[in-house]
C-alpha cells in the first residue's frame, strides 16, 4: 500500500532538505542584519542611518527577487530561475568587494537581494507545495534557529570581503544541489490527488483577497522585525549595554528559535489562527518594552521572546497562506513580503533616528506594526470560521 506521504513528488526528503537550505541561504542576510549592521559600521565608517538603508536595500531586492519567481515560477523551469538568481547574487557580492562607496554598495545589495529573492521563492515554494506544510515550515526554522546562531558568532569575526565571500559559497552550493528538487509544479491531477489527502478542517476554499490580505499582514510582522533586529544591537550599545554581553545574548538567543518550533507543533491543536494572534500579541509586548530604554535585563528578555516568537509566528503564518493557496502562485511570494517588509521596516527606522527621535520611538513604532498585522489577522480569521463551516 502506498503511504500518502509517498503520493507528492515535493515530499520527498532530499527535495525537502534542498529547499530548507537554499531557504536558509537566501534568507541570510535577513537572520544576521544586527551583526551585519554592526560591521558596517565598525569595519566600514558607515553611520547607523546608512546601514539601515544599505541592508534594507538589501531585503528589498529579496522583495522583488520573489516578485519575478512568482511570476514565473508556474511557467519555466525552475532551475533555471535558482542559476539565474545565484549567478546575480555572486556577481553583486563579489563586486561589493571591489566598490565599497555608500552610493556603490546601495545599488550592489539591491542586485544581491534580487538574486536571493529569486531562490529563496523557489525555495519556499518547494516547501508549500507538501502534502504538510506546517511539518515543513517547521522544519525549516529549526535549520533557521542553528543557523542564525552560527552566522551571529561567526559573521562578527570576519571581514567584510571575508562575509561577502562567505555568502558567494553558500549561493553557489545552492546552484549545485538544485537537481534535488522539482522542477515543475504539480499538475492538476497531482493537485486534485493531493487535496484528497488533507483533512477536510484543512481544506479551505477562500476568496482571492483573503491570501492576499495575508500576505499584507505577514508584511506588517516583517516591517515590526526589520526595524526592531536590524537596530537592536546598535541601540543597545547607544544605551551602555556592554558588546560581549550584547553578541553573547543575539547568539543564544538564536537557539530560542527551536523553542518557538516545538511551542508551534505543540499548540498545533488549538488550530492555526488563536496561537498565531497570540504570538503577536506577544510581540508587540517584547518590541515595545524596550521604548522606555535598554539594559542588561530587558534586552535578554526581549531578544530571547523575540526570537522564539518570530519563529512561532512564521509558522503559523506560513501554514496559513499554504493551506489557501495550495497552487503555490503566491506562496511564491512569501519571501517578497517578508523582504519588502524587512526593507520598509530599517528605512523606517532610519528615518526616525536621521529626524534624531531616538531609538525609544523607533521601537513603540515597531511594536505598533504587530498590531496592524494582528487586526488583519482577526479579520481573516472571522471570515475563515463563518464561510467554511462544515
Given at each position: 500500500?502506498?503511504?500518502?506521504?509517498?503520493?507528492?513528488?515535493?515530499?520527498?526528503w532530499?527535495?525537502i532538505?534542498?529547499?530548507?537550505?537554499?531557504?536558509?541561504?537566501?534568507?541570510?542576510?535577513?537572520?544576521?542584519?544586527?551583526?551585519?549592521?554592526?560591521?558596517?559600521?565598525?569595519?566600514?565608517?558607515f553611520?547607523a542611518?546608512?546601514?539601515?538603508?544599505?541592508?534594507?536595500?538589501?531585503?528589498?531586492?529579496?522583495s522583488?527577487?520573489?516578485?519575478?519567481?512568482?511570476?514565473?515560477?508556474?511557467?519555466?523551469?525552475?532551475?533555471?530561475?535558482?542559476?539565474?538568481?545565484?549567478?546575480?547574487?555572486?556577481?553583486a557580492?563579489?563586486?561589493?568587494?571591489?566598490?565599497?562607496?555608500y552610493?556603490?554598495?546601495?545599488?550592489?545589495?539591491?542586485?544581491?537581494?534580487?538574486?536571493?529573492?529569486?531562490?529563496?521563492?523557489?525555495?519556499?515554494?518547494?516547501?508549500?507545495?507538501?502534502?504538510?506544510?506546517?511539518?515543513?515550515?517547521?522544519?525549516?526554522?529549526?535549520?533557521?534557529a542553528?543557523?542564525?546562531?552560527?552566522?551571529l558568532?561567526?559573521?562578527?569575526?570576519?571581514?567584510m570581503?571575508?562575509?561577502?565571500?562567505?555568502?558567494?559559497?553558500?549561493?553557489?552550493?545552492?546552484?549545485?544541489l538544485?537537481?534535488?528538487?522539482?522542477?515543475?509544479?504539480?499538475?492538476k491531477k497531482?493537485l486534485?490527488?493531493?487535496e484528497?489527502?488533507?483533512?477536510?478542517?484543512?481544506?479551505?476554499?477562500?476568496?482571492?483577497v483573503?491570501?492576499l490580505?495575508?500576505?499584507?499582514?505577514?508584511?506588517?510582522?516583517y516591517?515590526?522585525?526589520?526595524?526592531?533586529?536590524?537596530?537592536?544591537?546598535?541601540?543597545?550599545?547607544?544605551?551602555?549595554?556592554?558588546?560581549?554581553w550584547?553578541?553573547?545574548?543575539?547568539?543564544?538567543?538564536?537557539?530560542?528559535?527551536?523553542?518557538?518550533?516545538?511551542?508551534?507543533?505543540c499548540?498545533?491543536?488549538?488550530?492555526?489562527?488563536?496561537?498565531?494572534?497570540?504570538?503577536?500579541?506577544?510581540?508587540?509586548?517584547?518590541?515595545?518594552m524596550?521604548?522606555?530604554?535598554?539594559?542588561?535585563?530587558?534586552?535578554?528578555?526581549?531578544?530571547f521572546?523575540?526570537?522564539?516568537?518570530?519563529?512561532?509566528?512564521?509558522?503559523?503564518?506560513?501554514?496559513?497562506?499554504?493551506?489557501?493557496?495550495?497552487?503555490?502562485?503566491?506562496?511564491?511570494l512569501l519571501?517578497?513580503?517578508q523582504?519588502?517588509?524587512?526593507?520598509?521596516?530599517?528605512?523606517?527606522?532610519?528615518?526616525?533616528?536621521?529626524?534624531g527621535?531616538?531609538?525609544?520611538?523607533?521601537f513603540?513604532?515597531?511594536?505598533a506594526?504587530?498590531?496592524?498585522?494582528?487586526?488583519?489577522?482577526i479579520?481573516?480569521?472571522?471570515?475563515?470560521?463563518?464561510?467554511?463551516?462544515p
Amino acid at each position: 500500500m502506498i503511504k500518502p506521504f509517498e503520493k507528492n513528488k515535493f515530499d520527498r526528503w532530499p527535495s525537502i532538505g534542498v529547499a530548507i537550505f537554499m531557504a536558509l541561504v537566501g534568507y541570510t542576510v535577513m537572520v544576521s542584519v544586527p551583526v551585519l549592521s554592526t560591521a558596517l559600521v565598525q569595519k566600514a565608517g558607515f553611520s547607523a542611518e546608512q546601514v539601515g538603508r544599505i541592508w534594507g536595500a538589501d531585503l528589498g531586492g529579496l522583495s522583488l527577487g520573489a516578485v519575478i519567481s512568482a511570476l514565473l515560477v508556474a511557467r519555466i523551469n525552475r532551475w533555471y530561475l535558482v542559476w539565474g538568481g545565484v549567478l546575480l547574487s555572486v556577481t553583486a557580492n563579489s563586486l561589493c568587494m571591489v566598490f565599497n562607496s555608500y552610493e556603490a554598495l546601495l545599488l550592489l545589495r539591491v542586485a544581491a537581494g534580487v538574486g536571493s529573492g529569486i531562490f529563496t521563492a523557489v525555495a519556499v515554494v518547494t516547501l508549500g507545495g507538501t502534502t504538510k506544510p506546517i511539518i515543513a515550515f517547521n522544519l525549516e526554522l529549526v535549520g533557521f534557529a542553528f543557523s542564525t546562531a552560527l552566522q551571529l558568532h561567526y559573521l562578527p569575526q570576519l571581514t567584510m570581503n571575508q562575509i561577502y565571500l562567505f555568502f558567494i559559497t553558500l549561493s553557489v552550493l545552492c546552484a549545485v544541489l538544485v537537481f534535488f528538487i522539482p522542477n515543475r509544479p504539480s499538475s492538476k491531477k497531482e493537485l486534485a490527488a493531493q487535496e484528497a489527502l488533507i483533512p477536510d478542517a484543512e481544506t479551505w476554499h477562500v476568496p482571492r483577497v483573503l491570501p492576499l490580505l495575508c500576505l499584507v499582514a505577514i508584511c506588517f510582522t516583517y516591517i515590526n522585525i526589520g526595524g526592531y533586529f536590524t537596530y537592536i544591537e546598535l541601540a543597545a550599545l547607544e544605551d551602555g549595554v556592554a558588546e560581549d554581553w550584547v553578541g553573547t545574548v543575539l547568539t543564544w538567543s538564536s537557539f530560542l528559535g527551536i523553542a518557538g518550533c516545538v511551542l508551534a507543533f505543540c499548540a498545533a491543536r488549538f488550530g492555526l489562527f488563536k496561537p498565531l494572534m497570540v504570538s503577536l500579541i506577544s510581540l508587540v509586548a517584547i518590541v515595545a518594552m524596550l521604548s522606555a530604554g535598554i539594559n542588561h535585563s530587558n534586552i535578554a528578555i526581549s531578544l530571547f521572546g523575540f526570537m522564539t516568537i518570530w519563529t512561532f509566528a512564521d509558522i503559523y503564518q506560513s501554514s496559513i497562506l499554504a493551506h489557501m493557496d495550495r497552487s503555490g502562485s503566491l506562496v511564491a511570494l512569501l519571501p517578497s513580503v517578508q523582504g519588502f517588509g524587512q526593507f520598509i521596516g530599517p528605512n523606517i527606522a532610519a528615518s526616525i533616528l536621521g529626524a534624531g527621535l531616538g531609538y525609544g520611538l523607533m521601537f513603540a513604532v515597531s511594536a505598533a506594526m504587530a498590531g496592524v498585522a494582528l487586526a488583519l489577522y482577526i479579520g481573516i480569521a472571522w471570515y475563515v470560521h463563518t464561510h467554511n463551516q462544515p
